[in-house]
């Protein structure tokens, strides 16, 4: 039996990993043994993928960017050397264990899965030259690897004038949204007329943004009794503790069942909590407020507009943003952290249906076409 073990570095990155997975046991015609080592947090969400290996959440949620020696620091009291030391000895030992190594993310991922000393596919995630080229080292490290796919057809072709074999197959991260699901509703089974889907992220600063994300929509609520919020709950994240704190920010709340698990209500404005596909969302979604990475940009890639809360102050969260604005461009609104100014701006927004259709076509180019996790899985079946 050919066996793969995938190397991933981030929870977007978990989940392409097992699209990939699954394209993998779709096209392979036998049993083929798929696992994951999960760098960052615990590997949830990894099915089909079979999860291995040392594993622990840590406080920076693996964003550690920009030199943020508070971020490392807290990682380094949370035992991330220890981590780092056993994941290292768990590679080494794999080395006559696997038939291909997948490293999805960023060139961390890649350094690390070169230590089984196995054929290696990298799949890029983080860099683009819309927003910064791979370096030196990390171009030294892309030529090491069997295959190297990379997000964008830009990118490709920058790393192979500078001799890397990189391809753009297309972006996994389009892929990981069903483009034919059924829109999202809630517990009647009646949308409102307009749906704000919400995305706080996955990671453990989701439940603060999450509530500053619902106060802008029941600001934006009051000006448009018409506007409802499809909230987004990661399956990183726990929906009670979502829950509670809405209830604390002044929302009253009812439970209907699994896929909603809790609405709430305040004034006239409505907010489902949602913990089906993310794909369901989308599609019941005129745009989408979120401080989310890696799902602003699949709603990008569905042609769904993008509004973003501009940091409330400088520091890893500003830089997150506008790294985030340079690689989603024009669809991409980046609005006010005070919640009546961001309604403000996203009404105004929702009027517009010329900017609206802008923001969607813009999406659309920039994150690219479908079909990427296919084709890399072709690619690894090869090389198993």
Not at 135 to 156: K, S
Not at 233 to 262: K, N, V
Not at 281 to 303: D, I, K, Y
């Amino acid at each position: 039996m050919r066996r793969v073990l995938f190397v991933a570095n981030g929870h977007g990155e978990t989940a392409i990993a097992a699209r990939i997975g699954r394209e993998i046991a779709t096209l392979a015609g036998e049993p083929v043994a798929l696992d994951l080592l999960a760098l960052v947090g615990t590997g949830a969400g990894a099915e089909p993928l079979n999860v291995v290996g040392p594993r622990r959440a840590m406080p920076s949620g693996g964003l550690v960017a920009m030199g943020n020696v508070g971020a490392i620091l807290r990682d380094l009291r949370a035992g991330f050397a220890g981590l780092l030391a056993t994941q290292i000895a768990f590679l080494l030992r794999a080395r006559s264990r696997y038939d291909v190594v997948v490293a999805v993310g960023d060139v961390y991922a890649l350094a690390l899965a070169l230590l089984t000393r196995t054929r290696t596919v990298f799949v890029g995630t983080a860099k683009s030259v819309y927003v910064a080229p791979y370096g030196p080292f990390e171009r030294t490290l892309l030529r090491r690897a069997a295959r190297a796919f990379v997000r964008d057809a830009p990118t490709a072709e920058r790393l192979i004038a500078a001799n890397v074999d990189a391809r753009a197959a297309g972006n996994t991260i389009v892929d990981l949204v069903d483009a034919e699901e059924e829109p999202a509703r809630g517990a009647d089974g009646q949308p409102p007329r307009r749906w704000i889907g919400i995305l706080p992220g996955s990671r453990e600063e989701a439940y603060h943004d999450g509530v500053r994300l619902a106060r802008t929509v029941r600001e934006l609520g009051a000006q448009d009794p018409g506007i409802g919020a499809l909230f987004s709950i990661a399956p990183t994240l726990d929906a009670a503790r979502f829950a509670q704190a809405l209830r604390d920010d002044g929302w009253s709340l009812e439970a209907p069942g699994p896929e909603a698990p809790f609405e709430a209500q305040s004034g006239p404005t409505r907010l489902v909590a949602w913990s089906g596909s993310l794909g369901a969302l989308l599609a019941a979604s005129v745009a989408v407020l979120g401080q989310a990475g890696t799902a602003n940009e699949q709603a990008a890639g569905c042609g769904v507009p993008v509004i973003a809360l501009a940091a409330p102050r400088s520091g890893r969260d500003e830089w997150y943003r506008m790294r985030q604005r340079r690689l989603l461009g024009d669809a991409l609104l980046l609005a006010s952290p005070e919640p009546a100014l961001a309604a403000a701006e996203i009404a105004e927004l929702l009027g517009d249906d010329v900017r609206l259709q802008d923001m969607r076509a813009a999406g659309r180019a920039r994150m690219g076409g479908r079909g990427a996790t296919a084709a890399i899985a072709r690619e690894i079946l090869e090389l198993a």
